[in-house]
């Protein structure tokens, strides 16, 4: 304790006092320490050594404490509108939930005071990105999981290497708890400590700090990940001229060894993991991972965009992951990996929705829930959950680019901007300018996921993928968006939009997707070339007919289904758009964006 530099000191004295923890472990992220925190998690029944594999573990949580907890999620500013912009009267909003600091010291005095006893509080120190770079930023945090000490040691760089590095520099400050002090006063399920009725996930954007009570789970309690790098880190960046992105990154070589580097939005359960480890079916192209989920991104002295990758592993959906949707994921996922909420197997290994061509016949399932014996048809419940996870070091990606830790970050050629839309958006369009790029990204719609506590399927704004993420006022993100456009010098990189998930009026999907997503990335590619390979439409540049490249495709895909504008679904998008930006941005909309809905308005209506 007493080397610690002044400021973490004072911090850790600070919630010692206040949370009474019996024991305070101050993690230096060797592999001993991370071997025995493995093997007391086995030992108190939270971990499951998984033989299969080498070093892998599997946890099942209480099933009340399995995905984001949107609702729960507070920014505290002392002005509403710092936070969230005021929606229009009669309105809820949908952009971030705010209360005032006085009001959340009261909520946390509830909660926190003695909330460790009886348990050990680790104490953190993490670096989100590479040690030392520019970009990076340290956080520290104190928790009472030991799952969650496992895990930040593969989510972030952590121990004491990050300590030599602060000195005496600031730091965000990261409390966390699972809410269950000993002895326990209700028993437990799945020795999953946790308290889902009182859970609460509390932003403080004027002191950088955070402080998460009641649950155990992801983007809960890893705080370096959705609370830091995201709500913390975007209003970071607005302050500092910067972005925080929820943003894959990857980079694409195509046969003549040429490369450029993209970044992508998506909301959650888009495949984001599985586009950012691609196995390009196109021949010649090459894609390489440097992050699936989070992008910090800066303009360097000569006006290029460079990006970092935040974190240092991936926490990846687990269902729908399989040989063919991501070979690189599992082979990334073979060892060192900690599993959660997954189905097991009789063979010591795994299996969730999506590997049913890929377990031995004979092998029986154990789904998350403890049922033995399952299958598909005899249960009415899924065997993983559908937001289980594989939590996994970046470094095992068989495809990580080898710039991955460039300090000063990969230089950003394109934005792409996506969702899961069933009709009327075409596969690719590419924005006619900045401006109009951002008005796309704020756009954004998809269908709903389970990574948060929505109804699957219903269609839902998601701006820039960040709606669950903002750390300040929408509006306010979006001027900043908007603010980049005005600056000298600047080499803005082109902005695009992919949808492919569109389908026929069967329901089946226009696009075989996965692998073959390298055709659009290819044509993207030669956007970024300036090819003269687009045709102007009422929505965007799309591509010429003939140029993308579409051949050995296996099945002949429907170009016009594709590509097809419905000026009547446009219309309809428009109105829907108009309504959100008016609810819910209301007089924090900067007026770009409503200029470039009236333009699009004018354009569809004009159209054939
Ligand atoms: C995630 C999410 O967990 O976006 O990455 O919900
Ligand atoms: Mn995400």
């Known amino acids: ?71 729960l999620t507070y920014i505290s500013t002392e002005l509403k509108r710092d936070t969230i912009p005021t929606p229009k009267t009669g309105v809820a909003s949908q952009l971030g939930n705010w209360m005032s600091p006085a009001d959340m010291e009261e909520q946390l005095f509830m909660r926190f005071p003695e909330c460790m006893k009886g348990r050990t509080m680790y104490v953190i120190p993490f670096s989100m990105g590479p040690i030392g770079s520019p970009l990076s930023k340290i956080g520290i945090q104190c928790t009472d999981s030991p799952y969650v000490v496992a895990s930040m040691n593969i989510m972030t760089r952590m121990g004491v290497k990050v300590l030599d590095s602060l000195k005496d520099g600031d730091f965000v400050k990261c409390l ?113 991972c440097v992050g699936d989920d989070i992008a910090w991104m800066r303009f360097d002295e000569n006006g290029q965009l460079r990006a970092i990758n935040p974190e240092n592993g991936f926490f ?42 890929e377990i031995d016949d004979d092998v029986e399932i154990t789904s998350w829930l403890g049922e033995e014996h399952w299958t598909k048809e005899k249960s009415s419940k899924t065997a993983a959950h559908p937001n289980s996870r594989f939590c996994t070091p970046a470094s095992q990606c068989p495809i990580l680019d080898k710039e991955w830790e460039c300090p000063k970050g990969v230089p950003i050629d ?103 997503n390298a055709r659009v990335l290819d044509w993207i590619f030669r956007r970024i070339n300036n090819e003269d390979i687009t045709q102007k439409s009422p929505i965007g540049l799309l591509p010429k007919f003939d140029s993308l490249n579409l051949d050995g495709l296996d099945n002949p895909v429907d170009l016009e289904a594709l590509f097809n504008i419905p000026k009547e679904f446009w219309l309809d998008e428009v109105k829907a758009l108009e309504k959100y930006f008016e609810e819910q941005v209301n007089v924090d909309l900067p007026p770009q964006i409503r200029e470039e809905l009236k333009k699009l308005e004018e354009r569809v209506k004009n159209s054939a």
């Not at 991370?34 to 007391?40: F, P, S, V």
């Not at 969702?419 to 690719?428: H, I, Q, S, T, Y």
């Open 414 to 516: 394109a934005i792409i901007f996506g969702g899961r839309r069933p009709d009327g958006v075409p596969l690719v369009y590419e924005a006619f300018n900045w401006q109009h790029g951002v008005f796309l990204g704020a756009s954004m719609r998809s269908e709903a996921t389970a990574a948060a506590e929505h109804k699957a399927k219903s269609l839902m704004h998601d701006p820039f993928a960040m709606r669950p993420f903002f750390g300040y006022n929408f509006g306010d993100y979006l001027k900043h968006w908007m603010s980049f456009q005005d600056k000298k010098n600047l080499n803005l990189p082109k902005i695009f939009h992919v949808n492919w998930f569109r389908k026929n009026s069967e329901g089946q999907f226009l696009w075989p997707g996965f692998g073959e």
């Open 176 to 288: 966390h708890s699972v809410g269950r002090p000993l002895p326990l006063t209700a028993p437990l399920h799945n020795n999953w400590p946790c308290d889902p009725k009182n859970t609460l996930v509390a932003h403080f954007q004027e002191r950088n700090e955070i402080c998460s009570f009641g649950s155990g789970y992801g983007g809960n309690s890893l705080l370096g990940k959705k609370c830091f790098a995201l709500r913390i880190g975007s209003k970071l960046a607005q302050r500092e001229g910067w972005f925080a992105e929820h943003m894959l990154i990857l980079g694409l070589e195509n046969s003549k060894g040429e490369k450029k580097y993209i970044a992508a939005a998506f909301p959650s359960a888009c495949g984001k993991t599985n586009l950012a480890m691609m196995t390009p079916l196109l021949p010649g192209y090459k894609v390489t």
């Open 316 to 357: 990846g959906v687990a269902p729908g992951t399989s040989n063919k949707t991501n070979p690189c994921a599992m082979d990334t996922i073979q060892t060192n990996t900690i599993f959660t909420n997954v189905a097991e197997t009789s063979d010591g290994g795994v299996f969730w929705e999506g590997l049913e061509k």
């Open 1 to 71: 304790m007493s080397q610690l530099p002044e400021k973490v000191f004072n911090y850790v004295e600070e919630n010692i006092n206040l949370c009474k923890p019996d024991s305070v472990h101050i993690c230096d992220g060797s592999q001993m320490e991370n071997d025995i925190l493995l093997y007391q998690l086995q030992k108190d029944g939270i971990l499951k050594k998984l033989p299969k594999y080498k070093n892998c573990w599997l946890a099942k949580t209480d099933p009340a404490d399995v995905a984001r907890v949107e609702r």
